[in-house]
């Protein structure tokens, strides 16, 4: 009831509350069910469509491009294909000019506010994107030589660094001979944490929430041992959480994030080391000598890090090869997992059967028969010697 009283729609259009941000992850917590997002993403990723669609936005006005085409990115359709008015490229300032809270009219790509026309965009239909993406898909190969150079250049330049040893900061969290459970809020980790709750049960494992990865375990139930990243998408609740802070910094002294964390006046911890966030927390658990680092929702593809704005994957190519078995994918760990019997479950079976058996004795009137019997036979022997 709450969209029905917020938003008003008619045929090819929306009237809703708006709120803008460049930022469209920063922008996602704020949004409430019913509005419109007012955003500036090129190349609009999966997770950041997923985001949107949980929060219940009714139209997406993005002054980028949501596809450039340089890759099949996967973020648009699935907007679309949610039922959610997607008004593309539209005026470059308009994310700039509306404020939290103004009531925005989007109709035939056009955002209209008070009587003002505030800019125009293209409404992206489903054949539109599948189109988009058929190209996207066949001009790849330069983007994906693009990105091989710029992978191969950070290996020749910084290959070196990445196998130097590293300071490890100073933890409450005892890592050492356990598991750790690295969580990144990437793709299917919803998925990949529902499928590991028995996992997680008995082997409770170390879990590290990689800046907004905390509110992942947070939404499961579970709590953070570790965050770790620039904290840049954390939520109050995840800093609030009780869990060790752990802020990344780079060697060359970059150090996003801090001003945030003196902010807030938090206490913290500050670990130095090349990679980006995700690589810097299976890292930590590996130099603290964890027994198995279990990966959830972390990038793995081309595709993944071009979401992520990255022109290539250097550092989480040779922190892989650093780690070597003892990294293991979370759908590969519930794979395994899933047809695992537990003891407790075969001492539970057991004494099910024990029971069952002792009632039907208790119950069955032929076993009663045979036991009078029994006695009666048994008490003539005694009396008789």
């Not at 020749?156 to 490890?168: D, G, S």
Request: glycine share 10%; hydrophobic share 45%; net charge negative.
């Amino acid at each position: 009831m709450l969209r029905l009283r917020r938003q008003r729609r008619t045929a090819g259009a929306v009237e809703a509350p708006a709120r803008a941000d460049k930022r469209t992850k920063e922008l996602i917590p704020r949004l409430q069910a019913g509005e419109i997002a007012v955003i500036d993403h090129r190349d609009l990723d999966r997770v950041a469509a997923d985001g949107l669609i949980e929060a219940g936005v009714v139209a997406v006005v993005n002054c980028g491009e949501s596809i450039s085409g340089r890759y099949p990115n996967g973020g648009p359709i699935r907007v679309v294909n949610a039922g959610i008015t997607l008004v593309d490229h539209c005026d470059g300032d308009l994310v700039d000019r509306v404020r939290d809270g103004d009531v925005l009219h989007v109709e035939h790509g056009e955002v209209w506010r008070n009587g003002e026309l505030l800019g125009k965009g293209e409404v992206l239909t489903a054949p539109d994107i599948e189109e988009a993406m058929e190209e996207a898909r066949a001009a790849i190969g330069t983007e994906l030589e693009r990105f091989a150079e710029n992978t191969l250049e950070y290996i020749r330049k910084e290959a070196q660094l990445t196998f130097e040893p590293v300071v490890l900061p100073p933890l409450r969290t005892h890592i050492a001979g356990r598991h750790a459970l690295v969580v990144v809020r990437g793709h299917d980790y919803r998925s990949d944490l529902k499928a590991l709750r028995s996992y997680i049960r008995e082997y409770r494992p170390v879990l590290i929430g990689v800046d907004g990865g905390a509110d992942a375990l947070l939404e499961v139930g579970l709590t953070p041992d570790i965050i770790i990243g620039d904290f840049d998408s954390v939520s109050a609740r995840g800093l609030a959480c009780g869990a060790e802070l752990v802020h990344h910094v780079h060697p060359d002294g970059r150090a996003p994030g801090r001003e945030n964390l003196v902010e807030w006046g938090v206490d913290y911890v500050e670990f130095v080391a090349e990679g980006t966030s995700e690589d810097v927390a299976m890292l930590l658990a590996y130099e603290s000598k964890a027994q198995l680092i279990v990966a959830v929702g972390t990038h793995a593809t081309m595709v993944e890090f071009l979401d992520k704005g990255r022109p290539g994957m250097a550092s989480t190519f040779l922190t892989r090869l650093r780690l070597g078995p003892m990294l293991v994918d979370a759908k590969g760990v519930s794979r395994l997992y899933e047809g695992r019997v537990r003891r407790l479950d075969i001492f539970f079976l057991v004494g099910a059967a024990l029971i069952a058996m002792l009632v039907v004795g208790i119950v069955a009137e032929p076993i009663h028969v045979f036991a009078r019997g029994l006695w009666v036979t048994l008490k003539d022997l005694f009396s008789t010697s």
